[in-house]
Every structure is written in structure tokens, then in C-alpha cells.
């Protein structure tokens, strides 16, 4: 019964990921067709305390995505990256966390507690928020692990060789079976983020930037084609 019960936590840490990397991938395709990653009705709509968290929120994110990508790769299979490279890591992620934090309670909560009418506060972006709190505080909790100063960086040893194993032919899920539970929530909050995440405004705040230069590129064709034509005429 025990050995079932294993068997089946290991299919779980096998089938949630790659769950959500394929909804991650499908939720962007279906976003790009049903809106552009539109995040407002008109960007008009946002105000500026609005306009000023999602850029702050854009920043702290992708450099938290920078960071942790860093230490993912730089870790050993027990230890945290050696050195200053750590102590840089270490005040990059709380850095950008405080921005993002900021960014998350500027678009997020105005919305959220005046109850907008604007089709885009979806069920999904009611529980983000929640969600990024759940995620700051289960870094919190992995960061400060006294365990993880005892012989051993628990965050190498159990989430960073299940996340590099998943990209491999041979997935590692049993070093998340054995975790401790705080490492296996962080995993299931992380799996949740990402299988979510085309469907909430996070995705379009985070694409704007590029739907706005795909946009003036697409603009400037038809200019650019006038003088030519002109030419051969």
C-alpha cells in the first residue's frame, strides 16, 4: 500500500509540471488569438498609479525570473551558488520582490476591493494575488530554512534537481516526494503560477511592451511601402 501510495506522489511530481508547462504554452497561443494580451478595454482606462504598478510589477518579476534562473543553473547539487555570487543573488531577489510586491498591490487590489465591472477581473485574477502572496511567503519560508544551513541548501537538493530533471529524458520526482512540505507547496504554488498565468492580467502586463513594438512595426510598414511605390509608379 505504501509503495502504491509512492508510485502514485511520483506520477503526481511527473504530470503536474509538464500539466502546466502545456497549459502555460496553449493558454498563450489561445490568449494572442482571443485579445493580443490586451490588459485594458483601452489603455486609457488605467490610471496612473495603475500604469506605474504594472511597469514596477514588469520589472520586479522578469529580474526575479533573472535571479532565480541564475542560482538555478549556479547551484551544486547541495549548495547555494559560492561566494558574492550568493550574497548578489540574495539582495537582487529581495529587491525585485519588494518591486514586484508593490506593483502586485497597485494593479491588483484598487480593482479587487472597488469590485470593477470591467470584463477583464476575471475568477483567475481574483485568486493571483492571493497566489503571489502565497508565493512570497513560501520564499520566505525556503529562504530561511535553518535546515538549509545544516550540511546541506535544501532548495538545490530538492526543487532545483526536480526543475533541471524535467527538462532531461529521466525526471527526478522522488527527491520532491521526500521533501519536506514547505518545499513541496513552494512546488505546487509555482506549478499553479505557471499553468495559470496566460489566463490572468499578469500575462498581459508582462506581453504589453512587446504587442505595443509589434504594433508600431506594423504601422510603419505601410509607410515605409508608400515612398517605394511612389518610386515605381
Known sequence: M??????????????????????FV???????????????????????????????????????????????????????????????????????????????????????????????????????????????????AIKFDPNSTDGGYRTAETLFVWFRSLFTLHPQPDVMVDAPLIYQGRGLILMLFIAIWPYTRLAGVMADPLCRALLRIKKAEPAAEAPRMLAAG
Open 2 to 23: 505504501q509503495k502504491a501510495s509512492r508510485q502514485m506522489m511520483s506520477m503526481l511530481w511527473i504530470m503536474l509540471p509538464y500539466s502546466a508547462f502545456l497549459s
Open 26 to 140: 496553449l493558454g498563450h497561443v489561445w490568449r494572442y488569438r482571443h485579445d493580443r494580451f490586451s490588459w485594458f478595454g483601452t489603455r486609457e482606462e488605467a490610471d496612473a498609479g495603475q500604469r506605474f504598478g504594472s511597469t514596477a510589477l514588469r520589472v520586479g518579476i522578469g529580474v526575479l525570473a533573472a535571479a532565480r534562473v541564475t542560482e538555478l543553473l549556479a547551484s551544486g547539487p547541495h549548495g547555494h551558488p559560492d561566494g558574492a555570487l550568493y550574497v548578489v543573488l540574495a539582495v537582487v531577489e529581495i529587491s525585485a520582490l519588494v518591486t514586484a510586491s508593490i506593483g502586485a498591490v497597485l494593479l491588483f487590489v484598487p480593482d479587487i476591493i472597488g469590485g470593477s465591472t470591467r470584463p477583464i477581473i476575471s475568477p483567475l485574477d481574483r485568486i493571483t494575488f492571493p497566489l503571489m502572496v502565497s508565493a512570497l511567503l513560501s520564499w520566505v
